[in-house]
């Protein structure tokens, strides 16, 4: 599957990583300070984001010029929100991507500044993005803000951390992940198919799609985190167990985390059906996510 999306993988990761370089180029930006911007930007990530951006774009529209400066915008978003995660006060974590993380390359304050200059960066990328309108930057900036804030990813990072050491219910888990994971993921599918112009009824349902992608992409971490190759993964495995983390695997065991995943795949594929997606990139993206091994 991995090598039948390859060149599509490809054309997008060097796409948004050109205009990672463009965006570079501006003066003012200290030198270590954009050293720890690009040195997580650039560590090795395969871009899912922007890349679903596309897919969702390519179902419904062709020129994908439109939707690059929005996927490099979501790719810095949640580069930032990585580098947080690792910090000691978060996941405490030491490598990410087989590398060792901002804070321990450089300083735990130079991360946190990097973090939050990618953040409000992905922003300005987009506002100042001339392939699109006014209302199209207002529709995507509005729904940007809204998936990564406090009601999205930071408050599913909030709900991940008061779930330590706690036992979870499965609807309790699939609330942090809907949000912690999964808000940027919805993001990604609405944004893209928003921009190649799809109808209402197809955005409701691929909102309903990108609801189910995200449980699914957590999932196959969480077994990943149990049963995954660390040298593939670039990081220890077992580090959720460690920092007392609810996970599938915790509260279902593998076999019921497995079981739990294919349904979720099945209710995402069914639902591209019903968004006239299902001929896109996004079908085989679910099956990706699925058996991804790193």
């Not at 030491?94 to 590398?99: E, H, L, M, S």
């Not at 990097?114 to 207002?138: C, M, P």
Request: with cysteine; net charge negative.
């Amino acid at each position: 599957m991995a090598n039948k999306l390859q060149p599509f993988f490809s054309e997008v990761q060097q796409l948004v990583d050109e205009k990672f370089d463009s965006c570079f180029e501006q003066a003012g930006i200290p030198q270590k300070l954009k050293d720890s911007m690009l040195y997580s930007l650039k560590a090795g990530g395969k871009r899912l984001r922007p890349i679903l951006v596309c897919a969702s774009y390519f179902a419904y529209a062709k020129d994908v010029n439109k939707v690059i400066s929005t996927a490099a915008a979501l790719e810095m978003l949640h580069t930032y929100s990585l580098i947080h995660d690792d910090l000691p006060a978060m996941d405490d974590d030491d490598y990410r991507r087989g590398k060792l993380t901002n804070h321990k390359m450089f300083d735990e304050a130079t991360a946190i500044l990097a973090g939050d200059a990618l953040l409000t960066n992905s922003f300005g990328l987009i506002a100042n993005d001339g392939q699109l309108t006014a209302e199209e930057k207002v529709e995507i900036l509005g729904l940007l803000s809204l998936c990564s804030g406090p009601a999205g990813m930071v408050a599913g990072q909030f709900l991940d951390m008061e779930a330590e050491d706690k036992k979870s219910t499965l609807q309790q888990l699939e609330q942090i992940h809907s949000l912690k994971t999964g808000e940027l993921i919805r993001f990604a599918v609405y944004a893209g198919a928003y921009l190649g112009n799809a109808n209402e009824t197809q955005l409701t349902y691929l909102n309903k799609f990108a609801y189910q992608l995200g449980l699914l992409f957590q999932v196959q971490d969480d077994i990943l985190d149990v049963v995954g190759d660390a040298g593939k993964l670039g990081k220890s495995v077992g580090s959720d167990e460690g920092n007392l983390k609810s996970t599938y695997p915790k509260l279902l065991g593998i076999d019921g985390a497995i079981a739990k995943k294919e349904t979720y795949a099945q209710s995402a594929r069914e639902l591209l059906k019903k968004a006239d997606a299902e001929a896109s990139y996004l079908l085989p993206l679910v099956d990706y996510f699925s058996q991804r091994d790193h």
